[in-house]
C-alpha cells in the first residue's frame, strides 16, 4: 500500500511541476481526483497516464475517453 501511495505521490508531483491543462477523474474504486498535465501532452498521453494511475490505485486498467 505504502507503494502505490508513494508511486501516486512521486507521479503527481512530477506532472504538476508544469502544470496547464487541469482534468478530474473518477477511478474504477469510486475516487474522485484532480490532476494537471502539461500543455505538451496529448489526450492519448493523458489517457494512458490515468489508466496507469488507476491500474496502481484500483487494480484494473480502464479504458479511458478524454471529452475535450
Not at 512521486?10 to 491543462?21: C, L, T
Not at 478530474?24 to 489526450?43: A, E, I, L, M
Request: hydrophobic share 45%.
Amino acid at each position: 500500500m505504502k507503494k502505490k501511495i508513494l508511486f501516486c505521490a512521486m507521479m503527481g508531483i512530477s506532472v504538476m511541476a508544469f502544470a496547464r491543462v487541469q482534468a478530474v477523474w473518477n477511478s474504477t474504486c469510486g475516487v474522485k481526483h484532480y490532476t494537471s498535465f502539461p500543455d505538451s501532452w496529448t489526450y492519448s498521453q493523458m489517457a494512458d497516464w490515468i489508466a496507469a494511475a488507476n491500474q496502481v490505485e484500483c487494480g484494473t486498467t480502464p479504458i479511458v475517453t478524454i471529452h475535450p
